[in-house]
Every structure is written in C-alpha cells, then in structure tokens.
C-alpha cells in the first residue's frame, strides 16, 4: 500500500476509520501485535497511528513498527512525534529518515512530561509545545525534503474535555487555533465518552475557526482495570455515570464488561456517524477484537462500504 497524504485520505473516505497502536515493549508483546495485524488489516483502517515514547529505547520502537508496517505494505502507518526531550538534530533525522521510507503523515504532540525526570522544565525544551513542532515540520516540508511536493500531512491533538494544564477553555481554544494556523492538516481528540461534549467542541472551534477535520478518538473499554488506566492516562476526561455504573454491575465478568464496552462504543460511532463526522480513530492498546466487534455493529466491515465511500 502506498502511503497517502492525509488530504487524499480525507478526500477518498466520506468517514476515515483508524487505529491506534503502540510500540511492543518486549518479544511477548511484539509476537502478539502480529498475530493481530492480519485482523486489523482485515478491517481495512483508513489509517493506523504509532505512539510516540517519551524519550529512550521506545522512540526506536516506534520507528521500527512504522517502517515495518509501511514495508508491509498492508497498513498506512502514521507516526507520533513528542517534543519532550526533542534535539533539533535528532528531530531532523528522525523526519529525513520517514521521508526516506516515503511516510506520508506525523501526529505531533507534545507529550507528557517523563516520569523519571526530576525538576523537568518544559520551557527548556527546543519544542516547548506542539505548535513549535508543527512549525519545524512546516518548514522541513517547504524545503521540498518529502518525495511528496506539499511534504508530511501534519495532525495535531484536540482535547473536547480540555486540557488539564490550561483551565481557561477559551485560551485553550486559542492554542489549538496556533497549530492549525502553524499547518496542521487534522485533528485527532483524545478519548471522549460523551458524544455532546465533542459536538459543543466541534462548535466552539467553528467559532474559532479552526476548520480543518476533526477525527473523534474512541476507546472501547474492555475492563474495569483498563477504565482506571485511562482515566490516569486522559486526565479530564468524563466516565458518565450511565457508562459507571454498567460497568460496575458486571466487574467481575470481564466478558460482560468487554461486551459493556463495546456496546457503548459502538452507540457513540453510531451517534457520530449521524452527525457526519470526518473520522474515528480508534484507541485499540494493540487488541482487535472489541475493535472488530464494533465494526461489525456499524456495519463496516468489507461488504458494507457505504460509510467509508
Ligand atoms: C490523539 C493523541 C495522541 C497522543 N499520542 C501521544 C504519544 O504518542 N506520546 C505521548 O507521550 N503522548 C501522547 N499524547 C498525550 C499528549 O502528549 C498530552 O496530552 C500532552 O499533555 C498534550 O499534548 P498537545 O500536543 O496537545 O500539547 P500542546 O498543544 O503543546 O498543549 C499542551 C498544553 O500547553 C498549552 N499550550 C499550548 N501552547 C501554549 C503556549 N504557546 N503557551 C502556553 N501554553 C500553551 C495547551 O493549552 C495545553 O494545556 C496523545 C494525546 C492525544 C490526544
């Protein structure tokens, strides 16, 4: 498959669906990825992204899986980039090297602070934020380094909820308006169990007039451990009490909860197809199988093309 520019992608799909992946972290794991892959791939994703580590051994992964799925050719791989502990020289390689392997696309972020990291000072970083990423890419594009004329396809992060750092919204909304004034191409959110809270967010960037595609991040959750992760990872984010409270009733069946998660998952894409949404990317942590299960229910399975086309 060759790797397309997130405009044509947006542009051939009237819905993008996608998936999210993160590096192995050992053999085991990297072993289980691949049994998966024939059944992501089975599913035909507009697009798969690769998560971006902060600092060390997994950035190497990261690179690996993305050049690794590209050279597979079955799966359009996007690659998440971090500013956090981001050397200008090293960023330049990093972006030579996917230009060299013809990736079409960057997720930038800025990423979280690394846990280990004692006195860790964001303002002295090179990147300070995502916007200052954005704009290297920008500018490494409009060098004409990419086979493509118009470079990488850049995305950017959208947080419905908010972003726990910047309490004001409407300075908030002013950050996200910077990225997409800086060239950012799409935004992908982060996980949101809400479907309201992303049609008000949707609003407020028209107002803002940030009008490039919003991809809706959803994560099907498939326990109740899974659930506590994520609200430690999404910080901000709301677990509506309908959606609790379900989950709770079957704790201690985690078929039942999986079957729980999947269910409310699969309304929300639903609901968020109804309101035309441009994409849904899908957090998968490497697992295919609730992924696969709300495909079916959306009918999107090979067959059944007409929410993609
Ligand atoms: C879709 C998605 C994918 C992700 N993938 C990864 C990943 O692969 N690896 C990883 O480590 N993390 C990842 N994250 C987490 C992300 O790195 C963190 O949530 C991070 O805290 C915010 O990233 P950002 O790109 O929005 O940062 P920014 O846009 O830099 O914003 C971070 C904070 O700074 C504020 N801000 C922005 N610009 C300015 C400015 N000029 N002055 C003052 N304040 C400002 C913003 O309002 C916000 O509160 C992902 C998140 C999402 C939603």
């Given at each position: 498959m060759a790797c397309m520019h997130i405009r044509d992608i947006l542009e051939r799909d009237k819905t993008t669906l996608s998936f999210e992946f993160f590096p192995p972290r050992s053999?085991?794991?990297?072993a289980s990825l691949a049994d998966r892959l024939g059944a992501f791939e089975s599913l035909e994703p507009s697009f798969v992204s690769v998560t971006y580590g902060a600092g060390g051994s997994t950035r190497q992964r990261t690179h690996d899986l993305v050049v690794s799925l590209k050279s597979s050719g079955k799966l359009d791989p996007v690659p998440h980039l971090t500013c956090v502990m981001q050397k200008p020289d090293e960023l330049d390689e990093i972006l030579a090297r996917y230009a060299?392997?013809?990736?079409?696309?960057?997720?930038?972020i800025r990423g979280d602070a690394p846990e280990d990291a004692q006195g860790y000072d964001p303002a002295a970083e090179a990147y300070p934020h995502a916007v200052d990423l954005v704009?290297?890419?920008?500018?490494?594009?409009?060098a004409g380094r990419h086979a493509d004329p118009r470079g990488f396809?850049?995305?950017v992060a959208g947080f419905p909820e908010g972003h726990p750092e910047t309490p004001n919204r409407l300075r908030q909304m002013d950050?996200?308006?910077?990225?997409?004034?800086?060239?950012a191409d799409w935004i992908t959110t982060q996980m949101f169990f809400d479907n309201r809270v992303f049609y008000d967010w949707c609003e407020q960037c028209e107002i803002q007039k940030i009008d490039i595609p919003k991809i809706a991040g959803i994560m099907p959750i498939t326990s109740l451990?899974?659930?506590?992760?994520?609200?430690?990872?999404?910080?901000g984010t709301n677990f509506p009490a309908k959606l609790q409270r379900r989950i709770h009733r079957y704790?201690?069946?985690?078929?039942?909860?999986?079957?729980?998660?999947?269910?409310?998952?699969s309304e929300q894409c639903n609901d968020l197809l109804d309101h035309g949404v441009r994409g849904i990317h899908f957090y998968t942590l490497n697992r295919s199988d609730a992924?696969?299960?709300i495909f079916e229910a959306l009918g999107a399975s090979s067959g059944l093309p007409s929410i993609r086309t």
């Amino acid at each position: 498959m060759a790797c397309m520019h997130i405009r044509d992608i947006l542009e051939r799909d009237k819905t993008t669906l996608s998936f999210e992946f993160f590096p192995p972290r050992s053999d085991k794991a990297a072993a289980s990825l691949a049994d998966r892959l024939g059944a992501f791939e089975s599913l035909e994703p507009s697009f798969v992204s690769v998560t971006y580590g902060a600092g060390g051994s997994t950035r190497q992964r990261t690179h690996d899986l993305v050049v690794s799925l590209k050279s597979s050719g079955k799966l359009d791989p996007v690659p998440h980039l971090t500013c956090v502990m981001q050397k200008p020289d090293e960023l330049d390689e990093i972006l030579a090297r996917y230009a060299a392997h013809e990736i079409s696309n960057i997720l930038v972020i800025r990423g979280d602070a690394p846990e280990d990291a004692q006195g860790y000072d964001p303002a002295a970083e090179a990147y300070p934020h995502a916007v200052d990423l954005v704009k290297t890419i920008r500018a490494f594009n409009d060098a004409g380094r990419h086979a493509d004329p118009r470079g990488f396809g850049i995305g950017v992060a959208g947080f419905p909820e908010g972003h726990p750092e910047t309490p004001n919204r409407l300075r908030q909304m002013d950050h996200l308006k910077a990225k997409t004034d800086a060239g950012a191409d799409w935004i992908t959110t982060q996980m949101f169990f809400d479907n309201r809270v992303f049609y008000d967010w949707c609003e407020q960037c028209e107002i803002q007039k940030i009008d490039i595609p919003k991809i809706a991040g959803i994560m099907p959750i498939t326990s109740l451990a899974t659930m506590k992760r994520m609200a430690d990872l999404a910080a901000g984010t709301n677990f509506p009490a309908k959606l609790q409270r379900r989950i709770h009733r079957y704790q201690d069946d985690d078929h039942a909860v999986e079957q729980v998660g999947v269910q409310w998952a699969s309304e929300q894409c639903n609901d968020l197809l109804d309101h035309g949404v441009r994409g849904i990317h899908f957090y998968t942590l490497n697992r295919s199988d609730a992924t696969q299960r709300i495909f079916e229910a959306l009918g999107a399975s090979s067959g059944l093309p007409s929410i993609r086309t």
